[in-house]
């Protein structure tokens, strides 16, 4: 149950693939033959991305990652407008790929503001709005938390900016393609996606930029992508994309019923039967794919350990299970306190789960916390402190 | 998740020696610098040997597994000998811990000298080894918070 670290390729993705590794290896600026059959998986996949969030095709820029989108998006639109000004908003709760790119910004003469989030995970439109100047150019806050779920208020936030204001820029990379996604009705100017979080393949992401937003590229080169992301086309990956966003469009209300009601009742088990458990982000307003919590008194790493070998795949946000050793800062932007964030743990479901699925979770959950809380001293103390 | 070794997996799934002990004769409580888990032994003495050793752990698979294996190490030894131990032998033992992971087998050792100062202290002992061994071993991570 960790879709969101690799949702499974979808049969028919990997079919509209295939060609494009075979017979039609074309390179799709050629202006022979060859090229022809990619020149067209190209501009069919550019189709099938804009409808899935409702903008024009030739607003799509396929790019090789949502961080590439994200990074292209923050840095090329922030450097596109330098001289009207150089401040940008993220949120507090945004992926690295934004904040990094946002420091980056900082390297190079811009300010940063960071828009906090309550405690659902929610930005508070009217705090992010109080940070905008007249030299704010471009505000980027994510459409849905890929950590806890929890979807943006963005049309709240577009409805309250100046007009020819700030560029607003969305990571949707958690949402595109799980959730409707109207690039109008959201009010954002650019939004980044990725394959590979719908069921189509890794190295398949795109950017989306309202006609007439400047941006520049990232990478120096030619004419692909319309000057703006220069570099030989990935067809296979981009007519998988294309797929992918089609059948995600296609399925969408029928798989967030299923999905919503499959983490319904994940989320009612383990609240219900594991006791000192909370619900991380918003309890209403999230992914339908995302069970997130956090249990008290044990640590994440322990956890998924323990999960694991019984055969349950989730994730953490603990500090104990990065790398870097510290907690998410999500949580942490929730303020939800360190020792809380310790009992991190994540379920996103796909289309691989079931019922089954999550009965099997119910059951073994409980126990391993268990397992974990009777070696705990914290756990102890706490019994030690209710006996008086 | 890292990859650990069959050592760490093997303590870590059956941990030896966890709980507390009521009358312990000393107790050492360390929390982590680093990510803020925490450790706590209690030893029971007789005749100057760690008769018995328990410990509760709020941590990483490691953090575990650490625990674990500092508990049969000092089994039975006199303190002096149980003063020997540090967190490099831990790692060592355990047949390594990824690098990320040392600093939680430096939580091990000091809980366990903490629990032996801790005694010495009540019984107004003094142990040859317990003030030079007593600082932690330098951690290779800053603590950030
Ligand atoms: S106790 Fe946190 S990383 Fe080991």
Redesign the pocket.
């Known amino acids: 149950m960790d879709n969101v670290a690799a949702a499974p390729l979808l049969p028919e993705v990997r079919e509209a693939m295939l060609p494009y590794l075979g017979q039609i290896f074309g390179n799709p600026q050629s202006l022979h033959n060859w090229g022809d059959g990619a020149r067209e998986a190209l501009e069919g996949a550019r189709e099938q991305v804009a409808a899935l969030i409702g903008g024009a095709s030739e607003e799509i820029v396929f790019t090789s990652s949502g961080t590439e989108a994200n990074n292209m998006a923050v840095k090329g639109i922030a450097r596109a407008r330098s001289e009207k000004g150089k401040h940008i908003i993220v949120s507090a709760i945004e992926h690295f790929s934004v904040f990094n790119s946002a420091r980056t910004m900082q390297r190079e003469g811009f300010e940063i503001s960071l828009a906090p989030v309550d405690s659902t995970g929610t930005v508070i439109p009217a705090e992010l709005l109080k940070l905008v100047r007249p030299d704010t150019v471009l505000i980027s806050v994510m459409h849905a938390s890929g950590e806890v779920g929890t979807i943006q208020p963005l049309a709240e936030i577009a409805a309250g900016l100046p007009k020819d204001g700030p560029v607003l820029h969305t990571d949707a990379v958690a949402s595109a393609g799980n959730i409707p996604v109207d690039v109008k009705k959201l009010g954002v100017q650019a939004l980044s996606m990725a394959g590979n979080q719908f069921n189509g393949p890794r190295g398949s992401a795109a950017l989306w930029i309202k006609r007439g937003v400047r941006i520049l590229p990232l990478l120096d080169g030619g004419i692909q992508e319309g000057g703006r992301r220069p570099g030989t086309e990935d067809v296979p990956a981009i007519a998988g994309l294309g797929k992918a966003a089609e059948i995600a469009k296609r399925d969408l209300e029928v798989r967030m019923e299923r999905l919503s009601g499959l983490r319904d009742m994940l989320i009612e088990g383990v609240l219900g039967e594991v006791e000192h458990s909370v619900l991380t982000g918003h309890p209403v307003n999230r992914l339908p794919g995302y069970a997130s919590f956090c249990l008290r008194f044990i ?1 994440g ?1 322990a956890i998924l350990m323990l999960l694991n070998s019984h055969g349950i795949a989730a994730a953490s946000g ?4 990065s790398r870097a ?1 510290k907690a998410s800062h999500v949580l942490l932007a929730m303020g939800i306190n360190h020792e809380l964030a ?1 009992g991190s743990v994540l379920f996103t479901l796909g289309p691989n789960n079931d019922a089954e699925d999550v009965k099997y979770v119910l059951e073994n959950l409980p126990k391993v916390v268990d397992r974990l809380r009777q070696m705990s001293p914290l756990y102890s103390k706490y019994l030690k402190e209710q006996k008086g | 998740m890292p990859v650990y070794s069959e050592k760490v997996m093997q303590h870590f799934m059956n941990p030896h020696n966890v709980g507390e002990i009521e009358d312990a004769d000393g107790v050492g409580e360390i929390g ?1 610098p ?4 925490m450790m706590t032994f209690y030893i029971k003495v007789k005749d100057n040997r760690i008769e018995d050793v328990k410990y509760k ?7 575990i597994a ?1 625990s674990s294996m500092v508990s049969d190490l000092v089994k039975g030894k006199t303190l002096e000998e149980a003063l020997t131990v540090t967190p490099s032998m831990v790692a060592k033992e355990l047949e390594g811990l990824p690098k ?2 040392l ?2 087998s430096n ?1 091990g050792a000091q809980a366990l000298h903490k629990a032996i100062k801790n005694y010495a202290i009540k019984n107004k002992i003094d142990i040859p080894g317990l003030t030079d061994k007593e600082e932690p071993e330098e951690d290779e991570h800053a603590c950030e918070t």
């Open positions: 640590e790493e603990s500090a104990c299970t050793l310790q | 982590n680093v990510c803020g888990d752990t709020f941590g990483c698979g490691a953090a650490v990320n992971k600093h939680c939580l």
